[in-house]
Every structure is written in C-alpha cells, then in structure tokens.
C-alpha cells in the first residue's frame, strides 16, 4: 500500500503438490492479508501468466477459484513469484476484469468470469 514503508515480501517452502488453497490458508494463518477499513476488500493473486489464481473477498470470508488448474507448480511454471493485488472493492475488482475483455461479454462467459462478476454484484448488495 501507498502509506506503508515496510516490505511485505514472504517465502514459503511449499510440497510439490500444494494446490493455491494451501497457499490461501497458510497467508491466512499468517494473518497476511490486512485488515483494512470498511472490511470489504479483494484480494487477488495473480502472477504472469494468470491474471486470477484466486480471489479473496473480506467482506464474506470468500474463497474465488480464479483458475480450474490448482497445484502451484503447474500454475507457476518458470516462475514461483505470485503477488496479491488490492482492489478496495468489489465493484473495483469487476471494473478491472470488465476492463480486461473490453465489454465482450462472449469472451467473459468463455473464460469463465461471469460467476465471478455475479459475486461481485452480490457482495456490493450487502
């Protein structure tokens, strides 16, 4: 975040087989993602290859499979950095995926982004 000076960067050693569900409980045991005011906050991970591994949303506690792949050596092929952006809201976080497919909703559909858009939605109306 813009206000914080502190490096957040963390390693995990990780078994082949860890799927990014165990990486999600590990950073929340960590109590990695911060509380942030309003409570309802995304968190998405992400890393070049895939905008979404995953999406957390605080408001409701939620989990979103970004991905159907889920064992991280398979999502993190040449490259085992992955990083949480911040979105401060939901309606912020479908903006950004609207955003990458320029309104075809086709291509969004295909790709599976509609569930995660119907979420937003949903999460915006509590």
Known sequence: MADDMT???????????????????????DKYFPNVSGHNSVWVLTNHHYHCIFSYFTKTNHLSMGIVEQKLKNI?????????????????????????YEGDTYSL?????????KYCEYVMTL
């Open 7 to 29: 490096d957040h960067i963390k390693v995990y050693q990780l078994k082949d087989n860890a799927t990014y569900k165990t990486l999600f409980h590990i950073l929340k045991k």
């Open 109 to 117: 559909w295909r790709d599976g982004w509609l569930d995660e858009i």
């Open 76 to 100: 993190c092929q040449d490259s085992y950095d992955v990083y949480l952006q911040y979105y401060s809201s939901p309606k912020e976080w479908k903006k950004k995926i609207e955003s990458m």
